[in-house]
T-cell receptor, first 110, second 115 residues
Framework: EAAVTQSPRNKVAVTGGKVTLSCNQTNNHNNMYWYRQDTGHGLRLIHYSYGAGSTEKGDIPDGYKASRPSQENFSLILELATPSQTSVYFC?????????FGPGTRLTVL | AQRVTQVQSTGSSQWGEVTLDCSYETSEYSYLILWYRQLFSGEMVFLIYQPSFDTQNQRSGHYSVVFQKSFKSISLVISASQPEDSGTYFCALSELGGGNNKLTFGQGTVLSVIP
């Protein structure tokens, strides 16, 4: 069974603070993705990775960094969190025809 | 640039057939259209995909698609809908040329199936 896990599931952060969202997959997929979901926008791609050591900018990368230290792990980093980054964040891993999503992390920046 | 558009919401009666529409923009020859359902818990569940290079409409369980490639349009058809089919349905475009398989999502259609 494909498995993507995320931590934390919920996070409250202060403006200007650093936030790290973590993702782990046991699918052995090369590609991993970070999306955010806001009302009325569906899911939008922030960063993605082709494999360990690689990160690429997605459609809305500003204010975010990513790190892929291993095949299994992919992190999303907010160096200076802002209230506009309050959202639900989804990690996914995938092959050419399907992506498997994690349960999501609800981030609130006060 | 890729873009995906969906109708905001729709409703159905139990046992009825539901059609959810999606239109998209892409300049790529090879791509996939995928459908996901988001449960009320937030979980994203993969339903079905249609390759651009396959002229046959795909089917999976009580889901099928009607693919109109020349119109850059695709519909998800849910047969014999049940209240538990209620939720938000997303259409997503994956362009195959770049090898990254990143998805561009529509805004989602909220489906309510009334008993």
């Amino acid at each position: 069974e494909a498995a993507v896990t995320q931590s934390p599931r919920n996070k409250v952060a202060v403006t200007g603070g650093k936030v790290t969202l973590s993702c782990n997959q046991t699918n052995n997929h090369n590609n991993m993705y970070w999306y955010r979901q806001d009302t009325g926008h569906g899911l939008r791609l922030i960063h993605y990775s082709y494999g360990a050591g690689s990160t690429e900018k997605g459609d809305i990368p500003d204010g975010y960094k990513a790190s892929r230290p291993s095949q299994e792990n992919f992190s999303l980093i907010l160096e200076l969190a802002t209230p506009s980054q309050t959202s639900v964040y989804f990690c996914a891993s995938g092959d050419w025809y399907e992506q498997y999503f994690g349960p999501g992390t609800r981030l609130t920046v006060l | 640039a890729q873009r995906v558009t969906q109708v905001q919401s729709t409703g159905s009666s139990q046992w009825g057939e539901v059609t959810l529409d999606c239109s998209y923009e892409t300049s790529e020859y090879s791509y996939l259209i995928l459908w996901y359902r988001q449960l009320f818990s937030g979980e994203m569940v993969f339903l079905i995909y249609q390759p651009s290079f396959d002229t046959q409409n795909q089917r999976s369980g009580h889901y099928s698609v009607v693919f109109q490639k020349s119109f850059k349009s695709i519909s998800l058809v849910i047969s014999a809908s049940q209240p538990e089919d209620s939720g938000t349905y997303f259409c997503a475009l994956s362009e195959l040329g770049g090898g990254n398989n990143k998805l561009t999502f529509g805004q989602g259609t909220v489906l309510s199936v009334i008993p």
